[in-house]
């Protein structure tokens, strides 16, 4: 009992030694951590900062790209990307489930506002073992509008993660002059990055690009800000609007007259560029094959810019130039003669020809100009201005370096002048390879009375935060290679181009319009370095400008490879991106049509009770387009009625009675085709706006009162156009087929 007690008391002595030493050990690592603040060299403060001491991002967004009158071009939006959270661990109140409890609706629900099926969005929700699931491309890029439809529906464990995208509101619009963004991660930041790629984007990527904010606050244990926490904002710094110098109005008339050729002869390339003479700046940009910028659907078609990154042989656009360096040197004389068709540099040379390799015998130089005779231009630079004067013009237009402009990887072209065939050759576009935007700044000299001003496309950069001007790009002379005086004489000129009968620019009139300008046909090389043969193996291509007396517009159009059956009609697929574009833009600009001749207009008598024979011929003799429909004697009825004053040229429709015979309707105004509506009580429909390109009931079928009607209505371009087409097959083509050895110079216009 003793030694029991003994031991007891011995144990009690270890015990209490054992705490009083735990005591002055964590007494000593109490003071120790008070008095230094840090435990294992780690500063306590800075642990529990970090602890409770939260960072989130202040996404700053890229800066909007607008056109010159402040439409948006590019802007970042607010994107949406569907998630469903499937851990039940996530549910705290059963009242309120914050998981997906009811797979089978949700799908079901779901199912209506994205593009998945409900069986896989079924499948996607029943997953195992995951905390949240997406839904692949179905599930991104929502807009705020399905976003907020969804959310409607209350279906718990849905909910959606928003981010920031570039948004192109426009589509097909300039793209590769405006280019596209990437997203790159930055690793730990919860904003990506947008990177530029092509185009403004890519160029301006600096100002476009903004600098992320932060926000550092004091949370508790789950993250959640404390009442009375501290916190620190750095603001973000959004980037730069840009605005570019491109209309809105002007590049979608473009884009609808690519789309249109495009669609029609399926060329190889398309180039169009307009720009305005007095500033240089470029109002519309475009070419064929495009992409979306949103979906980049069709990129892999072309990555160039081709009006900037592309030079090739001009063909006789180039002799706009070669013919203003004679007149400024006073050397060229327009009733002087020469022997057109072939032509020898040197006696070793091989010789040069007209386009219709025979030539058109002894003509004046300004036929030559007209018919763009090679002959005439290689006899110009060689003897009359002479090729060590051309060489300076050809630098003094800008054609041995690149403009400039404010695109990417703008490419300059490549002089071929060491030879004299090479020298006489450039002289009228061949073996010289040049990019569309050093043809229009060259233009500018012609159209702007001999001031060259360099191509931009950017206005200003503007603070997109505090609204102040970051940069202005004002308009620029690059030199001054002509007077004012030649730059007229030179206009002129060209204008007789698309004037003249014996003019190659017939087909780019346009009514109420002076143009002038000159074609082009450009030979294709192969890959062997001889050149292509066929009708469409051509780049065919007009610089024109509008008015002539003060031009407000330069247009070039370049169409590479149309699919023609006939090398004469490569001017077709050109004009019909030309004449519209120009037009449309002139009369947007408000530009008043030099010629406005007023229609005449007459009283249109009665001709009821009247034979038909005497009524259709006082009618046409007062200049009435005059129908008749019926093979009655006598004119029952009419429209117009009598003693109205019409214009001259409108149709009026005798209805004579008895069996009716549908006219052809091509190319009628829907005014007019209602008058028969009227007449014979025809039910009467129509599709389209402009005239009548096809009815539903045929020419020559017997139409009675009741009949139904549809017609097919064109706008007058394109109709013109069509006819055109149709006339020239019908009668063929004229001039001498020739197929051309490779080493040939016949084939440029």
Not at 34 to 59: C, F, H, W
Not at 525 to 552: I, Q
Not at 708 to 726: A, D, F, G, R, T
């Amino acid at each position: 009992m003793i030694k029991k007690q003994k031991n007891m008391n011995n144990g009690a002595v270890g015990l209490f030694a054992f705490f009083v030493l735990l005591f002055f050990i964590l007494a000593y690592r109490y003071f120790s951590i008070q008095i230094s603040g840090e435990v294992s060299g780690q500063p306590l403060v800075a642990r529990a900062q970090q602890k409770y001491m939260k960072e989130n991002v202040i996404e700053a967004s890229r800066g909007t790209i607008y056109d010159r009158k402040g439409e948006v071009v590019a802007e970042d939006t607010a994107a949406y990307t569907l998630i469903a959270i499937l851990d039940k661990k996530m549910t705290v109140d059963p009242k309120k489930p914050m998981h997906v409890v009811d797979p089978d609706k949700e799908a079901r629900e779901l199912a209506q506002y994205i593009d998945m099926s409900e069986s896989d969005i079924y499948q996607k929700l029943t997953e195992k073992h995951i905390f949240q699931v997406q839904f692949g491309k179905a599930g991104r890029d929502i807009s705020f509008q399905t976003k907020s439809k969804i959310e409607a529906l209350k279906l718990p464990g849905i909910t959606f993660i928003r981010e920031s995208k570039r948004f192109y509101p426009n589509g097909i619009f300039a793209s590769h002059v405006v280019g596209y963004t990437e997203t790159k991660d930055q690793g730990d930041q919860k904003a990506a990055l947008s990177i530029g790629k092509m185009g403004i984007e890519k160029t301006f990527n600096n100002y476009l690009t903004g600098t992320n904010g932060k926000i550092d606050y004091q949370s508790d244990l789950w993250g959640y800000l404390l009442p009375n926490g501290k916190k620190k904002i750095t603001p973000a710094q959004n980037g730069d609007d840009v605005y570019l110098t491109l209309d809105k109005n002007i590049q979608t008339f473009l884009e609808d007259s690519l789309n249109k050729v495009d669609q029609e002869y399926k060329p190889k390339k398309i180039i169009a560029i307009v720009a305005d003479p007095k500033t240089g700046e470029i109002l519309a940009m475009g070419q064929r094959p495009t992409f979306n910028p949103k979906t980049r659907e069709g990129i892999e078609k072309s990555w160039h810019n081709e009006s900037v990154e592309t030079s090739f042989e001009p063909g006789s656009t180039m002799k706009i130039f070669t013919l203003s360096a004679a007149i400024q040197e006073n050397v060229f004389n327009p009733n002087e003669f020469y022997q057109s068709g072939s032509y020898k540099v040197t006696p070793k040379d091989r010789p040069i020809h007209d386009h219709n390799y025979v030539g058109w015998g002894k003509i004046t130089f300004l036929e030559g100009v007209q018919r763009s005779s090679n002959v005439a231009f290689a006899r110009i630079a060689n003897e009359k201005l002479g090729f060590d004067k051309l060489r300076e013009y050809l630098t003094k237009f800008g054609f041995d370096k690149p403009t400039g402009i404010d695109l990417p990887d703008e490419t300059s072209g490549k002089i071929q002048y060491q030879w004299p065939i090479e020298k006489a050759t450039t002289a009228f576009g061949q073996g010289t390879a040049i990019t569309p935007i050093q043809q229009i700044q060259a233009a500018t000299a012609v159209a702007n009375g001999g001031k060259m001003m360099k191509p931009h496309i950017v206005q200003k950069i503007i603070n997109h935060d505090t609204g102040k001007v970051v940069k202005n790009y004002l308009p620029e002379v690059v030199s001054t290679p002509i007077s004012s005086e030649t730059a007229k004489k030179v206009r002129d000129i060209l204008e007789t181009v698309v004037t003249s009968p014996k003019g190659t620019g017939s087909r780019y009139k346009i009514d109420g319009y002076n143009v002038a300008g000159k074609t082009g046909t450009a030979q294709m090389p192969g890959p062997d370095g001889k050149y292509l043969t066929g009708p469409s193996n051509y780049v065919f291509s007009f610089l024109g400008m509008a008015p002539t007396n003060d031009p407000k517009l330069i247009v070039y159009v370049a169409v590479q490879q149309p699919n023609i059956d006939n090398y004469f009609k490569g001017s077709i697929p050109v004009s019909e991106v030309f004449k519209p574009l120009m037009k449309s833009s002139l009369q947007y600009l408000n530009i008043q049509p030099s010629k406005q001749e007023k229609p005449q207009s007459n009283l249109l008598p009665d001709m009821i009770g009247q034979s038909s024979e005497s009524a259709i011929t006082e009618l046409k003799d007062k200049g009435f387009d005059t129908i008749v429909l019926g093979n009655g004697g006598e004119v029952v009825n009419q429209l117009p009625t009598g003693g109205k004053v019409i214009l001259e040229g409108e149709k009026v429709i005798l209805n004579t009675g008895g069996n009716v015979i549908m006219p052809t309707l091509k190319g009628w105004s829907l005014r007019d085709v209602m008058k028969i509506g009227r007449l014979l009580n025809v039910k009467l429909s129509s599709a389209g706006s402009g005239y009548v390109d096809k009815q539903s009931i045929q020419a020559g079928t017997h139409l009675q009162r009741g009949d139904s009607l549809i017609v097919q209505l064109m706008k007058p371009e394109q109709l013109n156009s069509e006819m055109l087409q149709k006339k020239d097959t019908a009668k063929g083509t004229t001039g001498k087929s020739v197929k051309n050895s490779p080493s040939d110079t016949s084939m440029h216009d």
